[in-house]
């Protein structure tokens, strides 16, 4: 498991969403164009909407890459949505 999130933080395509709360990483969700790549949230937070909000914003994220061709300001723009309405929900 650990193999496959170190291709994924060295991979200039793939973006990893992270859910804190106070300082603690609750959630994470990698992506790459067309793919959900990994997602994980943490036991004690199940229930809470944790997921659901990572899972949403991932998908969103997921979206904004589209294909390897032609990313530019429209996958930053959808990251940048994605992750505040991440933010918005948990918080």
Known sequence: MRDRWR??????????????????IVGVAAV??????GFYVAPARWGEGVAAALHDAALEAVRGLGSAEGQGSSKQEAETAA???LLAQVQ
């Open 7 to 24: 291709e994924v933080v060295v991979d200039a395509e793939a973006r990893v969403l992270v859910v804190e709360d106070d300082g603690a």
């Open 32 to 37: 790459r164009p067309g793919w959900l790549d």
């Open 83 to 85: 992750a505040t309405a």
